[in-house]
C-alpha cells in the first residue's frame, strides 16, 4: 500500500507563501497521480491540484488557481504544492493521496489508499 506524508504546515501571514510537501515512503508512487485536497473545520474535504504519474499532466481547481501550484520531483518522490497570496479562508489541514487519475481538462479521479494526517495550515489576518 502507497504512503504518503505530508509536511511544511504552520502558521503564516495573510498574502504571505508556503509550500508542503507530499512524500512517497515507496518508489512505486512514481507511478500513481497525487492529489492534493484540504479540510477546514465543519466543512467537506475539499479537491484542490492534483498532477499524474506518467506525463505530469495537472488540474487546480478554480478555487485556487492563480494562487497554487502543484509539482513533483520523481527523483525524490515527492510533489509540492506550492501556496501564495495565502487568505485566511486557506486556513484547514491539507492532506495528498494518490487518485486514480488526473488530467487538466477532467480533473481528479477518485482517491484510493489510506488518508495519512494532514499537516495544518493556519493563515493569521
Known amino acids: 500500500q502507497v504512503r504518503l506524508v505530508e509536511s511544511g504546515g504552520g502558521e503564516v501571514q495573510a498574502g504571505g507563501s508556503v509550500t508542503l510537501s507530499c512524500a512517497a515512503a515507496?518508489?512505486?508512487?512514481?507511478?500513481?497521480?497525487v492529489g492534493w485536497f484540504r479540510q477546514a473545520p465543519g466543512k467537506e474535504r475539499e479537491e484542490l491540484s492534483c498532477i499524474s504519474g506518467p506525463d505530469g499532466s495537472t488540474y487546480t481547481a478554480d478555487s485556487v488557481k492563480g494562487r497554487f501550484t502543484i509539482s513533483r520531483d520523481n527523483a525524490k518522490n515527492t510533489v509540492y504544492l506550492q501556496m501564495n497570496s495565502l487568505k485566511p479562508e486557506d486556513a484547514a489541514v491539507y492532506y495528498c493521496a494518490t487518485v486514480s487519475r488526473c488530467t487538466e481538462v477532467a480533473g481528479f479521479g477518485y482517491q484510493f489508499g489510506s488518508w495519512g494526517q494532514g499537516t495544518r495550515v493556519t493563515v493569521s489576518s
Open positions: 515507496e518508489l512505486s508512487t512514481i507511478r500513481y497521480a
